[in-house]
Structure formats: structure tokens, C-alpha cells
């Protein structure tokens, strides 16, 4: 059974960092695009920022130049950094990662639990 398990969330003042981590275990044969999403109270989940394999990043427009994403292949992590919060970054962040079983020949999308990040003004 393969688990995503984030951590790293918490509350800070605006203007403050945090670094999330996520770590996926199990039977893993190899990952593919590992990523972040965030959720705030009464709206769609969407995308933070993206990472494949290969290390090349996608963000969404409201976090570039702040966050930054990266993956330790070895030990099947990816972490956001996230530096300048503001209070619109609040939200309920969760890591996603396209996981490919040993003994499978595809892939499967995984979610992790999600972790609060709480932003003050």
C-alpha cells in the first residue's frame, strides 16, 4: 500500500516561510510528476506547482517568485518551499504524486492527506 505523508504545515505571519515535505512509501517501482494543490474554505482545489522526474517545474501565477518546489528522487519526497506568505495562501495543501507500483506497468495518481497552512495578517 503506498502512502503520501505531508508534513511541515503550521501558522505564520504574513511575510513569513514554511517548507512542506511529503514522502511517498510503499512498493514504489518509480514516480513520475509529483506536485502540490491547495484548497481554501469554500473553493476549488488548484494547482500550486508541479515537478516531474527530470526536475523541470510548472507554477501557478500567484506563488512564482515565492515557492519553490523540488524532489529528492532517492528518498521519494518532493518539498514546497514557501517563502513571502500572504494571507491568500491559507489553505489546505495537499500532495499529489503519479506513483508506479513494483510489478505494475502504469501508472496511479496518489493523494496525501493534505496539511493547514495558516497565513495572518
Known amino acids: 500500500q503506498v502512502q503520501l505523508v505531508e508534513s511541515g504545515g503550521g501558522l505564520v505571519q504574513a511575510g513569513g516561510s514554511l517548507r512542506l515535505s511529503c514522502a511517498a512509501s510503499g512498493t514504489i517501482f518509480s514516480i513520475n510528476v509529483m506536485g502540490w494543490y491547495r484548497q481554501a474554505p469554500g473553493k476549488q482545489r488548484e494547482l500550486v506547482a508541479l515537478?516531474?522526474?527530470?526536475?523541470?517545474?510548472t507554477y501557478a501565477d500567484s506563488v512564482k517568485g515565492r515557492f519553490t518546489i523540488s524532489r529528492d528522487n532517492a528518498k521519494n519526497t518532493v518539498y514546497l518551499q514557501m517563502n513571502s506568505l500572504k494571507p491568500e495562501d491559507t489553505a489546505v495543501y495537499y500532495c499529489?504524486?503519479?506513483?508506479?507500483?513494483?510489478?505494475?506497468?502504469?501508472?496511479?495518481?496518489?493523494w496525501g492527506q493534505g496539511t493547514q497552512v495558516t497565513v495572518s495578517s
Open positions: 515537478i516531474t522526474h527530470g526536475g523541470t517545474t
Open positions: 499529489n504524486a503519479d506513483i508506479r507500483y513494483s510489478g505494475s506497468s502504469y501508472y496511479t495518481p496518489r
